[in-house]
């Protein structure tokens, strides 16, 4: 089969479309055709090294096909069936060995590709917004990044608990999408201090949670923001790692609470994660929830799918069709 290796880290050209041996699924695994694979920005870390992974490897987490085989043990998935999945490494190629308690059965009326398009990134925020920071009526909330993966979903989850939705935005086309997505204020941060286009809507320190994918160029501007004992949530380094800081900074800035979170600790057992998943697949279903396929790329394109993702020239969800 066509499979995406990368040999050692560095830039997409790492990204290498190999013919390699077909995987067998082991004890508690199941072996897929893809259909479809996500791209996430976690992909970009893989590949670079910012986090290392054992060499070589192909990467990819998230994506939806068809079941082939089953190994031994697994009794509730069959030849046939459709599945998506957010946790198998190896997802850039043609076929992928899922472990059994990561396999996501699809309703009816959900597509595979709106599947692959959704899971991953919409469990983040469904998680960010419903347990890290728990949305009430009135919040205030400022979103990085609002136009990308995980910032439209979260700016709808956050309008759907009633909170009062900032987002920065790196385009006036994104900005249009964000405010589509339901976003109160959008704000381009290329343009204008998104510190001060902030505080002349709210005044000074007035925001309960900033939800910071993009790390470096956001992170310490936005502790500015935050109200008395509000929180900073910063999950991603889009724009690289954001520095160290001392917690004395946060009592200085008014008992602030910071934290990091990452996807699997919140879908750690099987019960959470088909809880968030159920939650997703319903707001879907009943039109409360738009899943936006920004771009689609074929496996031998996966350079240039990260080329997009890096060079922040995508929207909404990036696929790849193996
Ligand atoms: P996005 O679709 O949001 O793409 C990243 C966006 O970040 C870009 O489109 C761009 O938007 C913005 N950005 C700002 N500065 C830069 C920069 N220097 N280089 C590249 N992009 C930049 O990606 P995802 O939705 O996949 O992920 C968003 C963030 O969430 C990432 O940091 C990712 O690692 C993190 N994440 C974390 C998870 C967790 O559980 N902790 C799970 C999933 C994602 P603009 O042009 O508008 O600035």
Not at 14 to 31: A, C, F, Q, Y
Not at 166 to 188: M, R, Y
Not at 226 to 247: C, K, Q
Request: hydrophobic share 45%; proline share 7%.
């Amino acid at each position: 089969m066509k499979a995406i290796v990368v040999s050692e880290p560095g830039g997409p050209e790492k990204l290498v479309l190999t013919e390699v041996r077909d995987p067998i699924p082991g004890d508690d695994e199941i072996l897929v055709s893809a259909i479809a694979a996500g791209v996430n920005f976690i992909d970009t870390y893989h590949r670079s090294g910012l986090y290392p992974m054992d060499l070589p490897f192909t990467p990819g987490l998230e994506g939806a096909g068809t079941i082939l085989a089953v190994g031994p043990g697994v009794a509730a998935h069959r030849p046939g069936d459709v599945i998506a999945w957010t946790r198998a490494v190896g997802s850039y190629a043609e076929k992928v060995v899922v472990p059994c308690d990561q396999a996501i059965p699809l309703p009816d009326n959900i597509s595979p590709s709106t599947a692959a398009a959704l899971l991953l990134q919409g469990i983040t925020a469904h998680y960010l917004a419903t347990d890290t920071f728990p949305l009430r009526e009135g919040d205030r909330c400022l979103i990085h990044a609002g136009a990308g993966g995980v910032g439209l979903l979260l700016t709808q989850i956050a309008k759907m608990a009633g909170a009062e939705v900032f987002t920065t935005v790196g385009s006036q086309e994104k900005a249009l999408l964000s405010a589509g997505a339901g976003a109160d204020h959008v704000i381009l941060y290329n343009d204008t201090d998104f510190k001060e286009a902030v505080e002349q809507i709210t005044g000074s320190r007035a925001i309960d949670v900033i939800y910071d994918g993009v790390g470096a160029a956001t992170f310490l501007k936005g502790l500015d923001l935050l109200r008395t004992r509000g929180m900073m949530v910063t999950f991603g380094n889009a724009s690289g790692p954001p520095p160290d800081i001392s917690p004395l900074a946060l009592a200085g800035k008014g008992s602030l609470f910071l934290t990091r979170p990452t996807m699997a600790h919140y879908v750690a057992t099987r019960p959470e994660l088909l809880s968030r998943t159920r939650d997703l697949f319903d707001w879907v279903a009943e039109g409360r929830l738009d899943v936006r396929i920004g771009a689609e790329f074929a496996l031998a394109d996966a350079a240039e799918a990260h080329r997009a993702l890096e060079g922040r020239s995508t929207t909404g969800k990036v696929l790849i069709r193996p």
